[in-house]
């Protein structure tokens, strides 16, 4: 079993800077793929970036990126969200998410529906 635990959400302003950590621990693939996910009020889980277990590709959706930043300390076991000028439409809860898989494509790394294990989430709100 796999347990992932995400912190860092908060209430910011506009404008302002969080990073988001999430800790893995149980039995993972070596080659899997990390990704974040986001649920504002009343609408569908969607995708935000996601990272290969190398670091050397990383995925994003086109509303975050050149604001958000992915990366990954495997030594740590940890994934991280840069998130810079943080907008009100950012706000919120975002969920990591991990997909024990050798063999992904671009679309299946940002298809929810192929990621194996989920945090618990952490709110993330942005005041304008």
């Known amino acids: 079993q796999v347990q992932l635990v995400e912190s860092g959400g908060g209430l910011v302003q506009a404008g302002d800077s969080l990073r988001l950590s999430c800790a893995a621990s149980g039995r993972t693939l070596r080659m899997n793929t990390m990704g974040w996910f986001r649920q504002g009020p009343g609408k569908e889980r969607d995708f935000v970036a996601a990272i290969s277990w190398s670091g050397s590709t990383t995925y994003y959706a086109d509303s975050v990126k050149g604001r958000f930043t992915i990366s990954r300390d495997n030594a740590k076991n940890t994934v991280y969200l840069q998130m810079n000028s943080l907008k009100p439409e950012d706000t919120a809860i975002y969920y990591c998410?991990?997909?024990?898989?050798?063999?992904?494509?671009?679309?299946?790394?940002?298809?929810?529906?192929?990621?194996?294990?989920w945090g618990q989430g952490t709110q993330v709100t942005v005041s304008s």
């Open positions: 998410a991990l997909l024990n898989s050798l063999f992904t494509t671009t679309a299946q790394r940002m298809d929810a529906r192929n990621y194996n294990y």
